[in-house]
């Protein structure tokens, strides 16, 4: 799963690295992954982002990190949680509620973003 987790992060970061090499903006790539986050909500239209930023990791390797909240299946707020993202595609913070299983969901999320 972390293997998987990686490979997914390294796709991210090459997509968002290329957009920027051939003239796209760092507001531009922003504006694209949100629309990708957004789109996995119950409800995209409900998306609110917040603390929504390029950062690069210890290896040098660019991702888009930030926070959504969403409407759930209820109508109601869900609460922020955290995505990360490249150009094209994203992954959102696990639900499990396993602990374990959690952890090894949100390993390249945590490795990207934190």
């Not at 968002?16 to 992954?33: D, H, M, P, R, Y």
Request: proline share 1%; hydrophobic share 30%.
């Amino acid at each position: 799963m972390r293997e998987r987790a990686y490979e997914e992060m390294g796709r991210y970061s090459a997509s968002l690295q290329e957009f920027l090499k051939s003239g796209g903006t760092e507001e531009e790539a922003i504006k694209k992954a949100q629309a990708v986050v957004a789109n996995k909500l119950k409800d995209p239209d409900s998306a609110k982002f917040r603390n929504v930023v390029i950062k690069q990791n210890y290896t040098r390797a660019k991702f888009i990190c930030g926070q959504v909240n969403g409407k759930n299946s209820y109508g109601a707020y869900a609460g922020f949680s955290q995505f990360v993202s490249g150009i094209s595609e994203a992954t959102l913070e696990s639900t499990n509620r396993h602990q374990r299983m959690k952890e090894l969901e949100d390993t390249g999320l945590d490795w990207a973003c934190n």
